[in-house]
């Protein structure tokens, strides 16, 4: 028997010429109801972008929906580990959009991952800040060619869809749009990440984001992952002190994106000429367009209600905004609640099933009737119900339909609608505020956003008691409100404040104060959810250009306008505002000295500094809220 066994080894050889990987090899795919192709499309510059083409089985003549990504299509288009069936493949919405007969795209933006040529950080369209003859308008057109000339399947009409840095090349493809590409929807877009999306608010630095920069940029895949020594990234940035410090012990200096952060803490040039909304802003919006945002997007709030008041004037029509309840990129998911807070239906696939779809089909299908989608459909938070609206804002400082209502500040505590202060013996609040002790954004241990386990997508709807309760921010609220107060709009500061410092930050936030008692849901009783909250550094307030030192000791005007909101503030319920001068680690410490760079500051640079929130006749600190009735 052993002769045997022998001699039938002897017969298959043990190492056949060329090893067991066959030069080719060929899978079936019975039970598969998609085909998956992968293609090299050529750009103008003669670079191949890695293009992977997702065709259901059912789709014989269908419109194709294209995502440009930065974050490798091959995963995108197998989202689930991949498999035989469509949804095992792509996201909700892709794979609802897959089923409802659309051909499904992902490509990997030039310089990333299967793609050829160069690699830039929202490579900026073609002009001053990129003397190429290539963008990614260019590259969605040459794109958008191919597509239409080499897919059999299509019907020769493309869409343009994608979330956050996919948003923003779906933002790109309608500059000079090809003449195929008849719809876009941009989700929680990149727009401006000075003024308010992913790199700074207002000036402030979002630091948490290097670790991003790294994993972007230092390699063409992005698989070298950032690491740190400690759990807590509060202990991580105090450590270093600033992001230039922290940059230079992760040799950042290698990486000339975050090279060009440094070189540009103001909002100069370098920022002002790829915000994207003034890119818009300069030509008619010829290309039927959803801007979808989320009101409580932890990334890119305000990408998507910019981007629409940009384009709306002279859209003929073709702009169109939707405002969900949502994290950033949830509307492309479940979306029935976001953290503590219960929506009581799945608002995601609402919007997707009730206006993406049927916006998308009306544009892209041969045929198909028109969609009945409003100019604006708006989730009202605290009623929890989809409105129909025909412009947004629905109130604003002007050239909306209502005006904005003054909240004011008082002594003790307090928040008056529509009724100034009276003098009173005290004319300020004040607080020392120690970047020794920054407040923080998020109750501690502040693990990274990308961390494991992290809860990064729900931070903006945390309860804010967790910071309430500090001798370092200030809390003012109504008395409990007996009739509803809705706003629908951008709410704005205008603080009277000074600080014995020659720099500062300052965080407001406006705040819905749960009843003490809530029955049916006891955890709710006094729980403050932030409906906007964002944050100035004061060195820009004049002139966001250039940075200029804060009289110490001076009473000075400051507005700061906050996120968009679409919530009523129920019978039962408070208002409440809170002041602090620190979001850490999300944001870098303000010195509270001027200094030519913060990013760079040096530990002698920060010092304590007392803080004075004015609530006096002549200095009335207060709230312009877009209240409608
Ligand atoms: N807009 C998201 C992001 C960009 C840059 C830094 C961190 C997040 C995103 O594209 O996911």
Redesign the pocket.
Known sequence: AAAQIESKVATVAAIPPGGDVPKTFVPVRTGYDYVKRTVMIPMRDGVKLHTVILVPNAVKRGPIMLDRTPYDADRMLARGGGGPLIEQNLSPAYAELARAGYIIVGQDVRGKDGSGGDYVMNRPLRGPLNPTKVDHATDAYDTIDWLVKHVPESNGRVGTIGT???GFTALMSLINPHPALKASVPINP?VDVWKG???FHNGAFRQE?MS?VYKQTATKGSDLEWYSTRYDDYDTFMAYGSPAAYGRAMKMEQLPFWNRILQHPAYDAFWQEQAVDKLLAKAPLTVPTLFVDSLWDQ??IYGAPAAFAATKARSNGNAHLVLGPWH?GQGNGDATRLGAIEFGSDTGKAFRRDVMIPFLDSKLKEGAPAADIAPVTAYETGTNRWTRHADWPLACTTGCATGMTPMYLTANSGLTLGTAPAATAAAYDEYISDPAKPVTYRQRPNISPWATGSTWRQWLVDDQRFAAGRSDVLTYSTPVLTAPVKIAGQAIAHLFASTSGTDSDWVVKLIDVYPDLVPDKPEMGGYQLAVAMDVLRARYRDDPSKATPVPAGQVVPYAITLPDADHVFLPGHRIMVQVQSSWFPLYDRNPQTFVPNILDAKPADYVKATQRVYHAPSQASYIALPVVK
């Open positions: 956050s840095y996919d990149m999306d992913d790199w984001m991003y990334e890119d950033h």
